[in-house]
C-alpha cells in the first residue's frame, strides 16, 4: 500500500495574502473609529475649556458689580472721577476690595476697569483709589476670543442709558442695574443684568 504522504505545515500564499489584507482592512476601520472617538474627546475638552473660561469672565464681573460701592476718586490729574463711569465698552467702578490684617494701611476699597483689547477682555485694578501722576491699572486677561464687549446702565426711572454717570448726576450716584453682554468666538452672546446693592439717587449729595 502506497503510504499517505503528510500534508505540509503552515500557510499557503493566498491564504498569508487574504489574512493581511483583512487585518488591513479591519485596522483601517478600527483606526477611523478611534481617530473620531479622539477627535470627539479634543473637541468636547475644548468646549469644556471655552464653558469654564467664560464662567471666570462672567463671574469675575457680576462680582466686582455686586460689591460696588459709591465712592468718587481723584484720577492721574486730581480730577474728580464718578464712584461708577462706563460707555458701550468700558466700564470702571469702585469696589469693597480685601483688605489685608498684615497691612494696616491698606484700603478695603479697589477700583477695577474692564475693557476690551481686540480679541480679549481684560481687568484692571488701580494699586490706589485716588491716583497720582503717574498711576497705571495692572491689567490681567479675563477672556480671550472676545468679538465684541457691551455695558448698558439702569437708571431709577427704569430707563437703560449707554453711558453713566449723567451730566447731572452726584460724583457718588449708581444706576440701579448693569447689564453687559460678552459676544465669544465659538460660544456667542452671553448676557447678564446686574443690581447693584447701594444706589444713590440722581442728584444727591
Known sequence: MTPLHPRPQGFTLVEVLVATAVFAVLSALAWGGL????????????EQQDFTRTLRAVGSLERDLLAAVARPVRGNYGEPLPALRGDGDHLELT?????????????ALERVVYEQDGATLKRGRYAV???A???????????DRLR????????ERGQWLDAWPRRDDAPEALPRAV???????GVGQVSRVVELPVAVSRGSG
Open 35 to 46: 481617530n473620531a472617538v479622539i477627535r470627539a474627546r479634543s473637541a468636547l475638552v475644548a
Open 95 to 107: 469696589r469693597l476690595g480685601y483688605a489685608s490684617s498684615l497691612v494696616d494701611t491698606r484700603s
Open 129 to 131: 483709589l485716588d491716583r
Open 133 to 143: 501722576a503717574g498711576s497705571q491699572a495692572e491689567f490681567s486677561t479675563v477672556r
Open 148 to 155: 465684541r464687549l457691551q455695558f448698558r446702565y439702569l437708571d
Open 179 to 185: 447689564e453687559f453682554r460678552l459676544d465669544l468666538d
